[in-house]
């Protein structure tokens, strides 16, 4: 298996502008998780899916921002509109169960909103 | 006070020197993970754990339930070994520690 798929690796864009992220988990894996990490925050769970319904949106920071499983193989993570405070990477992450699975974690993608 | 706690946070050693690096948590966990990440940005698995030790070449990882604390040990460090450590904690999702950097000179 390839591990997990993250696509883009850097994202560059404008103040305002809609950004989606994209990740593909591995084959059999029941859970995806959303990761944020940042200089200042460090890593946090921004969302995790279960058999692609979401579980657990809490730490979603606001309404900006929306995540999305429509099947077993493809998740986005998406921000409308976009602030400079988004600005870092975001991590996808695949495991067999939260309780009790080692995570396998994407390369990320490094966003920079201008 | 945060949930996850790792000491130190930064970290000097010569190579070949032993090394330490300590998590202490305060919730109940299922498991808990020590995670790498290097300068280049990837985040690795090393241990998951939920009691006793674990070894895996020149890493050990031990857990300590009764203290909510555990170590991670390098013996013979290496320049390579440079990175940050991740100590993370598994309740119905992963808490994480601020992590510790380590650098490890020649």
């Known amino acids: 298996d390839a591990g997990v798929i993250q696509s883009p690796r850097h994202e560059v864009t404008e103040m305002g502008q809609e950004v989606t992220l994209r990740c593909k988990p591995i084959?059999?894996?029941?859970?995806l998780f959303w990761y944020r990490q940042t200089m200042m925050r460090g890593l946090e769970l921004l969302i995790y899916?279960?058999?692609?319904?979401?579980?657990?949106d809490s730490g979603m920071p606001e309404d900006r921002f929306s995540a999305k499983m429509p099947n077993a193989s493809f998740s986005t993570l998406k921000i409308q509109p976009s602030e400079p405070r988004d600005s870092a990477v975001y991590f996808c992450?695949?495991?067999?169960?939260?309780?009790?699975?080692?995570?396998?974690f994407g390369p990320g993608t490094r966003l920079t909103v201008l | 006070k945060n949930e996850v706690e790792q000491s130190p946070q930064n970290l000097t050693a010569q190579e070949g020197e032993f090394i330490t690096i300590n998590c202490s948590y305060s919730?109940?966990?299922?498991?808990l993970h020590w995670l790498q990440q290097h300068p280049g940005g990837g985040i690795v698995s090393l241990f998951m754990?939920?009691?006793g030790k674990k070894k895996h070449g020149r890493l050990i990882a031990t857990i300590n339930i009764q203290e909510k604390h555990s170590s991670l040990h390098i013996t013979a460090s290496h320049p390579r070994d440079s990175a940050v450590y991740i100590c993370a904690v598994n309740t119905d999702k992963l808490i994480f520690g601020t992590g510790t950097r380590l650098q490890v000179f020649p």
């Open positions: 992450a695949s495991s067999l169960g939260p309780g009790a699975g080692e995570q396998f």
């Open positions: 899916f279960n058999n692609n319904v979401p579980i657990d």
């Open positions: 754990l939920s009691s």
């Open positions: 919730v109940g966990i299922s498991a």
């Open positions: 084959s059999g894996h029941d859970y």
